[in-house]
């Protein structure tokens, strides 16, 4: 079992962090007394707002997560404006392609979901496996662990992301270096903002608030857990699916037939 990571003093980063999960994160980070975190996003207005509204040991940088060129710049002028990182948390993400989804909708999933994660691993593990010490928490997501009937791509590319998180933290123990893993179902971000009744993520079950999702976080740290699921019953699904595969799928086609006949009844 992996250390425990003790937040006090550190150096954070969060990707994605502009708003919903990943701003939750930030604050939490910042309330069990990080020294710095900085976020980063897409656009630079949000950025900055947020960056403001989490105070004065907050600074945003604005890049795309999916430039490899970018993450790799962005990692070492963080660690010469603050010090060595501490925590990198990898949580930008993206909801597209509906159904079996287009190429557009693969590549950008496959290059926010997964890519990202590789070229902040690349740029800062060898910093970390220096210092003998840091932690690299990767957002997937229960459909990494289970499914989301809603879409592929987005489904396969975050079965890739706790794939991928699986190895780092096998693979780099030695260095010192921990992981770790997150997997909500429903979060109330801007991501969910649009989903109706018949989303497969509603029918799945009750939504939770970012918060949550920052408290599950900080409490997986503390107890040195790699999956962090701020939903308990992911678990026990997982375990169902482990168990009876074919007994799995059949439930799932079953929540599928329920989903098609609400949408069928315009709900
Ligand atoms: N909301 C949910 O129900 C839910 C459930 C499971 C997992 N997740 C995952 O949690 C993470 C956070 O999602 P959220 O729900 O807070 O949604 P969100 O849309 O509020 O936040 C995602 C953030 O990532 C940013 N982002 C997207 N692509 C980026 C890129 N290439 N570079 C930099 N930033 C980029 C977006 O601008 C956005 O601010 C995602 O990885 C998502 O897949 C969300």
Redesign the pocket.
Known sequence: MPEPFSIPGTTAVV??A?????LAIARRLLHQGAARVVI???DADRVAAAAEELGDRADGVAF???DEAAAAAAVARIEEDHGPIDLWCS????AAGEGLGDDAAWELSWR?HVM?HVYAARALFPRMAERGRGHFLV?A??AGLLTQLDSAPYTATKHGAVALAEWLAIRHADDGISVSCLC????N????AGDGGTSA?RLGGAYIE?EDVGEAVVAALHAGRFLVLPHPEAADYEQRRAADRDRWLEGMRRAWATIRAGAARGE
């Open positions: 990707t994605g502009a708003g919903g999960i990943g980063i996003d897409l795309d997560v999916a949580n930008a993400g993206v926010v990202a957002t997501s229960a909500p179902q429903g979060v971000t801007a991501m969910t993520t970012p």
